[in-house]
């Protein structure tokens, strides 16, 4: 079925139209240039999500994670050498895989995590993260010392990562320098997370 959308170029319609599909329990809304055209993978102003304002995303908490690895970066962000980052959660005494990430972060961050990141780069898989699905094997090792902070609309489970579960919609709140890698969350916290938003649902 085709969803439902008005025409407008009032804002105050648009927000009235906004605020409904939030009350309805939807994410928010698209919104495009009437003649914007679909294009996957690009991003732009001819066709932007608008989600629920204030909020950096729907889940109660925040995810302390480790940087795994990362990807070397296409389009403008090839220049970078860096577009998407790869972090995981503690299991133990050892690290799984949670979510790849590569939005929430301005160009200038890109420049300064890659460069940050270069200190950090290990030939190999560091003996402290478990077995990775080699559809996510990074382009870069990581050892572990980075701490960032990710937010998400929700936890899903995942047959491909470790941590047996995934971040929805994850976005980079901020590297966290007053954490150590023993003080991220753990897969029983996040176990814990993913049954707490079930049932407030």
Same mark, same amino acid.
């Given at each position: 079925?085709?969803?439902?959308?008005?025409?407008?170029? #009032?804002?105050?319609?648009?927000?009235?139209?906004? +605020?409904?599909?939030?009350?309805?329990?939807?994410?928010?809304?698209?919104?495009?240039?009437?003649? /914007?055209?679909?294009?996957?993978?690009?991003?732009?102003?001819?066709?932007? =999500?608008?989600?629920?304002?204030?909020?950096? /995303? =729907?889940?109660?908490?925040?995810?302390?994670?480790?940087?795994?690895?990362?990807?070397?970066?296409?389009?403008?962000?090839?220049?970078?050498? &860096?577009?998407?980052?790869?972090?995981?959660?503690?299991?133990?005494?050892?690290?799984?895989?949670?979510?790849?990430?590569?939005? /929430?972060?301005?160009?200038?961050?890109?420049?300064?995590?890659?460069?940050?990141? /270069?200190?950090?780069?290990?030939?190999?898989?560091?003996?402290?993260?478990?077995?990775?699905?080699?559809?996510?094997?990074?382009?870069?090792?990581?050892?572990?010392?980075?701490?960032?902070?990710?937010?998400?609309?929700?936890?899903?489970?995942?047959? &491909?990562?470790?941590?047996?579960?995934?971040?929805?919609?994850?976005?980079?709140?901020?590297?966290?320098? #007053?954490?150590?890698? #023993?003080? &991220?969350?753990?897969?029983?916290?996040?176990? +814990?997370?993913?049954?707490?938003?079930?049932?407030?649902?």
């Amino acid at each position: 079925m085709i969803s439902s959308h008005i025409v407008t170029n #009032d804002i105050t319609t648009l927000r009235s139209y906004h +605020t409904t599909q939030i009350q309805q329990g939807l994410e928010g809304v698209v919104v495009k240039k009437w003649e /914007g055209i679909y294009e996957p993978g690009r991003r732009g102003y001819t066709w932007v =999500k608008f989600k629920e304002e204030g909020k950096i /995303g =729907k889940l109660a908490d925040t995810v302390d994670s480790v940087v795994m690895g990362y990807y070397k970066g296409e389009g403008k962000r090839t220049s970078f050498g &860096i577009g998407a980052l790869l972090v995981g959660v503690k299991k133990g005494d050892r690290f799984v895989t949670i979510t790849k990430i590569g939005t /929430g972060v301005s160009d200038e961050l890109w420049k300064e995590l890659v460069k940050e990141l /270069g200190n950090r780069k290990t030939e190999s898989r560091p003996k402290q993260y478990e077995e990775i699905d080699k559809i996510l094997e990074p382009d870069v090792w990581i050892h572990p010392s980075m701490v960032v902070e990710i937010a998400a609309d929700d936890i899903t489970k995942s047959p &491909i990562h470790g941590a047996l579960f995934a971040l929805r919609f994850p976005r980079l709140v901020r590297i966290r320098t #007053d954490k150590s890698i #023993d003080q &991220i969350t753990t897969t029983k916290e996040l176990e +814990t997370m993913y049954h707490n938003q079930e049932s407030m649902q």
